[in-house]
């Protein structure tokens, strides 16, 4: 059967200064739609609150912007996808064998408290299938619960987007929270890599996270080699 991957990305415009604006980051999406695409996953995008995803700006310019990124705002169906995203209330999680949360400062206010975004995940991963984050994407899995009360992410091995690369990026004082301190809150094991802005990838069973916007191929690949398997 064909595997089905759902993405997750947000609905964020504006940092909590509404004259800073942010978004997804869209090579995180880019880039892991592109490895899926040549897998023949079906592929859908979820947000929030449906509809619009505003695009950060800065992930659209040179040198982030690659051909993958170039070729979805240069594609009118493709940037359709990201005027029309899909509800929460609209998806059964039954439906999809992973979900991939994208990146973005702008997750780290829409993502951590959606709870129907965690009912997705947690039945998803509660039925086999493989939960899996990039970048800021993990901010989505901060409160996730399992069935059985216990937060998804303790005691699990996982990166996403560090501190010293928030402070590198300037943005360290426009951030509501630490994720990478409130992950290991959480009891999680966060890694991360010995030099910032380098990929890195971690598999712990059926949990795949990738660190920053540079790991979003290599995470989509990895997330495509276990559902092959």
């Given at each position: 059967?064909?595997?089905?991957?759902l993405?997750?990305?947000?609905?964020?415009?504006n940092?909590?200064?509404q004259?800073?604006?942010?978004?997804?980051?869209?090579?995180?999406l880019?880039?892991?739609?592109?490895v899926?695409?040549?897998?023949?996953y079906v592929?859908?995008i979820?947000?929030p609150?449906?509809?619009v995803?505003?695009?950060?700006?800065?992930?659209?310019?040179?040198?982030?912007?690659?051909a993958?990124?170039?070729?979805?705002?240069?594609?009118?169906s493709?940037q359709?996808l990201?005027s029309?995203?899909?509800?929460p209330?609209?998806?059964?999680p039954a439906?999809?064998?992973?979900?991939y949360f994208?990146g973005?400062h702008?997750v780290?206010?829409?993502f951590?408290?959606?709870?129907?975004?965690?009912?997705i995940?947690?039945?998803?991963?509660?039925?086999?299938?493989?939960?899996?984050s990039v970048?800021h994407?993990?901010?989505?899995?901060?409160n996730?619960?399992l069935?059985?009360?216990a937060?998804?992410?303790?005691?699990?091995?996982?990166t996403?987007?560090?501190?010293?690369?928030e402070?590198?990026?300037?943005?360290?004082?426009?951030?509501p929270?630490?994720?990478?301190q409130?992950?290991?809150?959480?009891?999680?094991?966060?890694?991360k890599?010995?030099l910032?802005f380098?990929?890195?990838?971690i598999?712990d069973?059926?949990f795949?996270?990738?660190?920053?916007?540079?790991?979003?191929?290599?995470?989509?690949?990895?997330?495509?080699?276990?559902l092959?398997?």
């Amino acid at each position: 059967m064909t595997k089905r991957i759902l993405h997750v990305v947000s609905n964020v415009a504006n940092y909590a200064d509404q004259a800073e604006p942010t978004g997804l980051w869209l090579s995180e999406l880019t880039h892991a739609w592109h490895v899926f695409g040549e897998k023949g996953y079906v592929q859908q995008i979820v947000s929030p609150k449906g509809g619009v995803s505003p695009l950060e700006p800065r992930s659209l310019k040179w040198p982030l912007a690659d051909a993958s990124v170039k070729e979805w705002l240069n594609d009118g169906s493709r940037q359709a996808l990201l005027s029309a995203t899909s509800r929460p209330d609209q998806i059964d999680p039954a439906d999809f064998d992973a979900i991939y949360f994208t990146g973005g400062h702008a997750v780290m206010w829409d993502f951590p408290d959606d709870e129907p975004l965690q009912r997705i995940t947690r039945d998803i991963y509660e039925r086999g299938g493989i939960v899996s984050s990039v970048c800021h994407g993990y901010c989505g899995l901060l409160n996730t619960r399992l069935s059985n009360g216990a937060l998804l992410v303790a005691g699990r091995r996982l990166t996403g987007y560090s501190w010293v690369e928030e402070v590198l990026a300037g943005v360290a004082s426009k951030v509501p929270y630490n994720a990478e301190q409130e992950m290991i809150r959480r009891g999680a094991l966060y890694e991360k890599a010995l030099l910032p802005f380098v990929s890195k990838v971690i598999t712990d069973g059926r949990f795949v996270t990738g660190q920053n916007p540079q790991s979003a191929k290599a995470t989509a690949s990895q997330v495509a080699a276990l559902l092959d398997n």
